[in-house]
């Protein structure tokens, strides 16, 4: 059961936010900076100069997951992102796993990201690692309790110096080029004693899951659906934007870096400011440290911010017992923001830097590969009789493009290891049984997957629209679809 409501007993997010706004805020999400910094080097040890290849292998799949986000996202834009687009299109059951899902993502990521913080800050200051990556979820959390305007100006500064940060990075790698490119399209790792082994296509695929991870975060602009101006408009340019620009922040600096290592040992080490400190000076190394431990407190806010924003609409749409629903979706009085569910996702957040997350960073990957393969069967059920006449941005190449993205996300998760299958599937399998005991035998009160009236997208008209100036408007260009028909110039003019 899915529902729209209206009246102001039901809390709603406040709409202040553009193209603009929206793609520094998801950029910061999708940490590219952080991501190149943090995670990448442990790919370089994987798969060596096969890293930039399987790069650009997932960001083809994650064009395809771009088009269906952008579809879905402009279908049904709700706060709930992943869950409110599934359990509208394909049940509450579906809606829920996918929740499930998203919440290990939402709860996880952000330490992951955040335990990078005092390798980066060690030039300056000595810090345990663990303590660093606390102070870091605090301040985040913090900072989410803010205006969300306010916010994306924030997280765009530093997000500007992020990119600078990995501009220097590749134009150093590149000045400094040790190997032909040809190792880009056959791929070498580091064998060991000056030896060098190949990257098998086996392992690219197994690789895939990581990979999908580092780009991950251009889909977070649908969790900002009902604080974006016209979203069905915002939210696929946002999504599509983004996933483009973080893309190329990302995959620039890798091709430079696999082309300029000293040599495969160095390059499976991953000491990617070692390196900076070797291609120029100690001082050049340490603004690059500096503008990667900047990177990582960004992403961190911005993780917090739009995870909250996920509790918020699971508790509005009734995930939990009245009393947690009462408190996770309460709003701030002075900025709007769900300020409890902010503390929800930041505080934990902070505990859990003193865990060894090692293993879960694998488990992240699978558990955004499952909710890609979710999103994608909503994406062919998009156009069922009930839905494929509403007025939504619509992907090409349907249903070629989601049958074939479903194809390789079965294959890139077949390929992943035991254990983290294992523990993906077991968190799943409680979340099935939690539906089965205590949602399903309340369905009329709880799980309710709720949208805010108004952006459910309206069915188009069967006749020709009424002509301009009559007087008479369809439901669909109510409220958000009020600069339709005025051209694209007029984009200009959202809030930004």
């Not at 096969?50 to 799949?61: K, M």
């Not at 330490?111 to 660093?132: H, Q």
């Not at 924003?309 to 009245?322: I, L, N």
């Not at 923001?337 to 902070?350: F, I, R």
């Amino acid at each position: 059961m899915t529902e729209t409501f209206e009246d102001t007993s039901r809390p709603r997010l406040t709409r202040s936010i553009g193209v603009v706004g929206g793609t520094l805020l998801t950029l910061s999400c999708l940490t590219p900076a952080s991501s190149l910094f943090v995670i990448v080097p442990d790919s370089f040890g994987a798969l060596g100069t096969g890293t930039a290849l399987t790069l650009a292998v997932a960001a083809l799949l994650c064009v395809a997951v771009a088009f269906t986000y952008s579809e879905l996202g402009t279908l049904v834009p709700s706060s709930g992102g992943e869950y409110a687009m599934v359990g509208t299109l394909m049940g509450r059951l579906a809606g829920w796993l996918v929740f499930v899902l998203s919440l290990i993502v939402v709860m996880i990521v952000p330490p992951i990201i955040a335990l990078g913080t005092a390798d980066y800050l060690a030039p300056v200051v000595d810090l345990d690692p663990r303590f660093a990556a606390a102070a870091v979820m605090l301040l985040s959390t913090a900072m989410g309790l803010l205006d969300l305007r306010a916010n994306a100006w924030i997280t765009g500064i530093f997000l500007a110096l992020e990119v600078v940060g990995a501009g220097i990075v590749a134009f150093l790698g590149f000045t400094h080029t040790q190997r032909p490119a040809s190792v880009l399209l056959h791929p070498v790792m580091d064998g060991g004693q000056g030896h060098t082994d190949p990257v098998t296509a086996g392992l690219i695929v197994t690789g895939l899951a990581t990979a999908l991870f580092i780009l991950q975060g251009f889909t977070t602009a649908v969790y900002l659906a009902e604080e974006m101006e016209n979203p069905r408009r915002t939210v696929s340019r946002t999504v599509l934007w983004t996933l483009g620009i973080g893309f190329t922040i990302v995959f620039v600096p890798v091709v430079a870096i696999t082309l300029g290592a000293p040599d495969l040992h160095s390059l499976a080490g991953g000491d990617i400011a070692g390196m900076v400190q070797q291609w120029s000076n100690s001082t050049v190394g340490t603004f690059i440290s500096l503008c990667i431990a900047l990177a990582i407190v960004n992403a961190a806010i911005v993780m917090v911010i739009q995870n909250s924003r996920v509790v918020f609409a699971s508790a509005r749409d009734a995930a939990w017992p009245t009393p947690v629903n009462r408190a996770f979706s309460r709003l701030g009085a002075r900025f709007g923001s769900p300020w409890v569910a902010t503390l929800v996702v930041g505080v934990p957040g902070a505990v859990l830097c003193f865990v060894n997350l090692d293993v879960l960073n694998e488990v992240t990957g699978v558990a955004v590969a499952g909710m890609y393969v979710f999103v994608a069967l909503g994406a062919l059920a998009a156009r069922r009789e009930n839905f494929k006449h509403r007025a939504a941005w619509r992907m090409p190449l349907w249903p070629v493009l989601p049958a074939l993205l479903i194809a390789a996300l079965l294959w890139v998760l077949w390929q992943q290891s035991a254990e983290s299958l294992l523990i993906t599937g077991g968190i799943v399998l409680v979340a099935a049984v939690y539906w089965a005991c205590y949602l399903r035998p309340r369905q009329e009160t709880h799980w309710v997957i709720s949208v805010p009236e108004g952006d459910v997208a309206a069915s188009v008209p069967a006749t020709p629209p009424a002509p301009a100036g009559d007087g008479h408007r369809t439901d669909g260009e109510q409220g958000d679809d009020r600069n339709d028909g005025r051209g694209d110039g007029h984009d200009a003019l959202q809030p930004v």
